[in-house]
Every structure is written in structure tokens, then in C-alpha cells.
């Protein structure tokens, strides 16, 4: 499936849980693994390319940014899902979504400037298409960390 | 609340919030434009990241092709007093990414949140059989993704 060999994994873990924030963070890296800054920059291009990594950047606390965000559910006809779908995703505080096995088979999550705007959005989704939209904010945060191992060995 | 005091601090984060160039000096074009110093720029992030206001700086992998094709999100019934220490528990083990205690309607009733990702469904499975032992819950439902419909990052300005 993914041909990646021990530097990009180790490559990987670098950069999920501990990037240089310097003007040169590649440079820093590439010490760090003993290569040269060249080799880890054609390397996260081609990950890049392959799809592996996303994106590099920050992750922003909603909430400092004084925004509102929140899980939402709802239960969707099977043939109406791409329909609904569309309505739901036309939207750009949606960042997330998913059809689920589940009786509510259509989990997205919602960020808005504040929770009247979410309101909003979510009243005009339900004029626009025929769901109800239960919502499910969060009241605590216990972990919010995605950093997959990759392991630094040649096998698994 | 709102860290956008600055013009700057709103181009930094519209900067950063997507994907950072990958060359050699990846905030020169910004710094360029602000006209202020890599260095500068820099210190600007890292003001940001000591406030909360960034969370974390990293790479973000698409965990599908990453190798770990089986997501599971858990939603386990918790009584509100409890779960701080069932949170704690949770967040403890590196396969949980997510957990979190939600306000949720009455009809629904789970919870508690917790985001799993794992390499196969034998995985999962052993490792709810952990979290359920080491917490003493036994009430939750997997919810498993089917299809995956949207996945982008906030855009916040």
C-alpha cells in the first residue's frame, strides 16, 4: 500500500510531534535524521504527492479563536445521503463529515464565529433539506492529539 | 477571546492555518510581505502556540494512507461526575486521538467521546476490551465511519 522506508517514518514522527519552529525548520530536521536538507524536502514532497501527509501547519483552538464548534448527527434516507450531503458540506464551517453505521448515519462537525451563527446554520440546513440535526458540543476536552506512530523500523 | 488584534497576527494565522510551503526558508514569502524578519515571524508563532491560540505546529497525515485504515469514534455513557477520571484514563493511551465529555440530547445518551485509530479491526477490538476494563464502563456503542464525505481544515479568517 504505502512503500515508506525507515527515514520517512522516522521523518513522520519528527514532524507529528515535535517540528522545529525555526525560519529553517527542514534544515533542523534533516540534522536531527543526519541527512541532508535536500533529501527531507524531496521526501515530504513525495508524501505529499502520494497523499500520506495532509498538510503542515498549525492547529488552532477553535475556542481561543472564539469560535463556536460542535459534533452534530442526524438520520438520513440511504438514497438521499449524497443530497444531503451537499447541502450540509456547502457549507465552510463544516470540516468533517462522515457517514457512520449507526442509526444517525450522517456525523459532521460545524465550527462557527459564534453559537447563534451555528444556530443559524444549522436551521437553514434543516430548511434546506429534510433532517433534524441533533447537536453535541463539547463541555470538556480530554485529549485532541493525532500523531500516529510509525514505528522507525524496517519491519513492523 | 479573539487573538486577532493585530493585522499581523490575522495574516500569520491565515498563513499558517493552511499548508506551510515545503522549501528551504517556508515563512520567507510572509515575512517578505509583512516586512518583517523570518525571525520575527517565528516569535509571532510562537506567542501563539505559549497563548493556546495554536494548539500544535506539525505535519497532519491522511491516517487512511498512513497504514491506520480502521477509525472507530466510541461513545460510552458516563455518569458527568465520573468523567473526569474516565477522561484521564482514556487520554492515556497514544491510540485515543480524540476524547471528549459532550452535551448530548436525552434520545442519544452517550457521553463520552473517543476517537480511535488503529491498523485493523482486531486492534480496535482489543483495544476497547482495555479501555472499558481499565475504566470499569461497559455501557458504549462503536460507531463506525462508512464513507467519509468531507475532511478540510477550518478556515478561520
Same mark, same amino acid.
Given at each position: !500500500?504505502?512503500?515508506?522506508?525507515?527515514?520517512?517514518?522516522? +521523518?513522520?514522527?519528527?514532524? /507529528?510531534?515535535?517540528?522545529?519552529?525555526?525560519?529553517?525548520?527542514? +534544515?533542523?530536521?534533516?540534522? /536531527?535524521?543526519?541527512?541532508?536538507?535536500?533529501?527531507?524536502?524531496?521526501?515530504? /514532497? %513525495?508524501?505529499?504527492?502520494?497523499?500520506?501527509?495532509?498538510?503542515?501547519?498549525?492547529?488552532?483552538?477553535? *475556542?481561543?479563536?472564539?469560535? @463556536?464548534?460542535?459534533?452534530?448527527?442526524?438520520?438520513? /434516507?440511504?438514497?438521499?445521503?449524497?443530497?444531503?450531503?451537499?447541502?450540509?458540506? %456547502?457549507?465552510?464551517?463544516?470540516?468533517?463529515?462522515?457517514?457512520?453505521?449507526? @442509526?444517525?448515519?450522517?456525523?459532521?462537525?460545524?465550527? %462557527?464565529?459564534?453559537?447563534?451563527?451555528? !444556530?443559524?446554520?444549522?436551521?437553514? !440546513?434543516?430548511? %434546506?433539506?429534510?433532517? *433534524?440535526?441533533?447537536?453535541?458540543?463539547?463541555?470538556?476536552?480530554? *485529549?485532541?492529539?493525532?500523531?500516529?506512530?510509525?514505528?522507525? *523500523?524496517?519491519?513492523? | 477571546?479573539?487573538?486577532?488584534?493585530?493585522?499581523? &497576527?490575522?495574516?500569520?494565522? $491565515? #498563513?499558517?492555518?493552511?499548508?506551510?510551503?515545503?522549501?528551504?526558508?517556508? #515563512?520567507?514569502?510572509?515575512? &517578505?510581505?509583512?516586512?518583517?524578519?523570518?525571525?520575527?515571524?517565528?516569535?509571532?508563532?510562537? &506567542?501563539?502556540?505559549?497563548?493556546?491560540?495554536?494548539?500544535? #505546529?506539525?505535519?497532519?497525515?491522511?491516517?487512511?494512507?498512513?497504514? #491506520?485504515?480502521?477509525?472507530?469514534?466510541?461513545?460510552?455513557?458516563?455518569?458527568?461526575? &465520573?468523567?473526569?477520571?474516565?477522561?484521564?484514563?482514556?487520554?492515556?493511551?497514544?491510540?485515543?486521538?480524540?476524547?471528549?465529555?459532550?452535551?448530548?440530547?436525552?434520545?442519544?445518551?452517550?457521553?463520552?467521546?473517543?476517537?480511535?485509530? =488503529?491498523?485493523?479491526?482486531?486492534?480496535?477490538?482489543?483495544?476497547?476490551?482495555?479501555? =472499558?476494563?481499565?475504566?470499569?464502563?461497559?455501557?458504549?456503542?462503536?460507531? $463506525?465511519?462508512?464513507?467519509?464525505?468531507?475532511?478540510?481544515?477550518?478556515?478561520?479568517?
Amino acid at each position: !500500500m504505502n512503500n515508506l522506508d525507515r527515514r520517512d517514518r522516522q +521523518l513522520l514522527n519528527l514532524m /507529528q510531534n515535535e517540528f522545529p519552529l525555526t525560519t529553517q525548520p527542514y +534544515l533542523d530536521i534533516a540534522r /536531527q535524521l543526519d541527512i541532508s536538507e535536500e533529501e527531507v524536502l524531496n521526501r515530504i /514532497q %513525495a508524501m505529499k504527492q502520494n497523499g500520506i501527509i495532509r498538510r503542515t501547519g498549525a492547529i488552532l483552538d477553535s *475556542k481561543k479563536m472564539g469560535f @463556536y464548534s460542535t459534533l452534530c448527527a442526524c438520520r438520513v /434516507q440511504e438514497e438521499q445521503i449524497d443530497k444531503v450531503a451537499a447541502i450540509i458540506n %456547502a457549507q465552510k464551517g463544516v470540516t468533517h463529515n462522515y457517514v457512520r453505521d449507526h @442509526y444517525y448515519n450522517i456525523w459532521f462537525t460545524l465550527t %462557527a464565529p459564534s453559537h447563534d451563527e451555528a !444556530m443559524k446554520i444549522i436551521r437553514d !440546513m434543516q430548511q %434546506a433539506a429534510p433532517i *433534524k440535526v441533533l447537536t453535541m458540543p463539547a463541555i470538556k476536552t480530554y *485529549k485532541i492529539k493525532v500523531s500516529l506512530d510509525m514505528g522507525d *523500523k524496517d519491519e513492523d | 477571546m479573539i487573538r486577532m488584534k493585530t493585522n499581523i &497576527d490575522r495574516e500569520i494565522i $491565515k #498563513f499558517i492555518q493552511g499548508d506551510i510551503p515545503v522549501e528551504s526558508h517556508p #515563512f520567507a514569502s510572509l515575512a &517578505d510581505r509583512l516586512n518583517l524578519s523570518e525571525e520575527e515571524i517565528v516569535e509571532h508563532i510562537k &506567542d501563539l502556540q505559549d497563548e493556546g491560540v495554536i494548539r500544535r #505546529f506539525a505535519a497532519i497525515l491522511r491516517h487512511y494512507n498512513a497504514g #491506520f485504515n480502521v477509525n472507530a469514534m466510541v461513545a460510552w455513557k458516563v455518569a458527568v461526575e &465520573d468523567a473526569d477520571r474516565v477522561g484521564k484514563i482514556m487520554a492515556g493511551f497514544d491510540e485515543v486521538s480524540h476524547c471528549y465529555l459532550r452535551d448530548v440530547p436525552e434520545e442519544f445518551g452517550y457521553n463520552l467521546f473517543s476517537m480511535i485509530h =488503529a491498523r485493523s479491526d482486531e486492534q480496535i477490538i482489543a483495544l476497547l476490551r482495555q479501555l =472499558a476494563s481499565r475504566t470499569g464502563l461497559s455501557n458504549y456503542i462503536i460507531i $463506525k465511519s462508512v464513507r467519509e464525505l468531507r475532511k478540510v481544515s477550518m478556515e478561520y479568517v
